[in-house]
């Protein structure tokens, strides 16, 4: 069975600051995704990574794939109370591209 | 673009009870996911269907979970008789692929499952 370990579970910090999220795992996947999920709602898919070391810039975050294609992070820069939410890496395997989510990170950004 | 519909939102129900989930992915989406979210935990895939075939049940208990998608487009998610460990979010998902390492899936909101 594939795991994917995130790091930290939960996260309190204030407006402004940074922040990183660590998603690991001993299985390589073809793909790693990040979701943010709000209550009472689906995951929304923020980005994906394919290749080994790759690096993502989407406004004020951060993704890196790691060059191992087995772990990834997550950096916020200048948190705002919109980022508040239950972060999500999801790994991609297999021939039908299997899903494996990790086990969650959630962040509250107080004003 | 309509999103992917769910019902119902909530549901209640004893154990050992019966109860049904409907999924209505995005149309013309290949691809249909059943998760089970624990508050507070990641989602756990149930089942994969491409198109009305399923690519992959490993982690569905067979048992008591049953799933099935009519004509490639709709999905009911059944669980007969329910225990209280069932309690959780089922959520659904569709992506417009074939299975491929930048599928996109968008998820419904979720079915609340309390079991008491």
């Known amino acids: 069975t594939q795991l994917l370990e995130q790091s930290p579970q939960f996260l309190s910090i204030q407006e402004g600051e940074n922040l990183t999220v660590y998603c690991n795992s001993s299985?390589?996947?073809?793909?790693l995704q990040w979701y943010r999920q709000e209550p009472g709602e689906g995951p929304v898919l923020l980005v994906t990574?394919?290749?080994?070391?790759e690096v993502k810039k989407l406004k004020r975050l951060t993704f890196q794939f790691g060059d191992a294609r087995k772990d990834s992070s997550l950096h916020i820069t200048a948190a705002q109370p919109g980022d508040t939410g239950l972060y999500l890496c999801?790994?991609?395997?297999?021939?039908?591209?299997?899903?494996?989510f990790g086990t969650g990170t959630k962040l509250q950004v107080i004003p | 673009e309509a999103g992917v519909a769910q019902s119902p939102r909530y549901k209640i129900i004893e154990k050992r009870q019966s109860v049904a989930f409907w999924c209505n992915p995005i149309s013309g989406h290949a691809t249909l996911y059943w998760y089970q979210q624990i508050l507070g935990q990641g989602p756990k895939l149930l089942i994969q269907f491409q198109n009305n075939g399923v690519v992959d049940d490993s982690q569905l208990p067979k048992d008591r979970f049953s799933a099935e998608r009519l004509k490639g487009v709709d999905s009911t998610l059944k669980i007969q008789p329910a225990k209280l460990e069932d309690s959780a979010v089922y959520l659904c998902?569709?992506?417009?692929?074939?299975?491929?390492?930048?599928?996109?899936?968008?998820f419904g909101p979720g079915t609340r499952l309390t079991v008491l």
């Open positions: 998902a569709s992506s417009p692929r074939l299975a491929g390492p930048r599928d996109t899936q968008y």
């Open positions: 999801a790994g991609l395997s297999g021939g039908y591209q299997k899903v494996t």
């Open positions: 299985s390589v996947f073809s793909s």
């Open positions: 990574v394919v290749t080994g070391g």
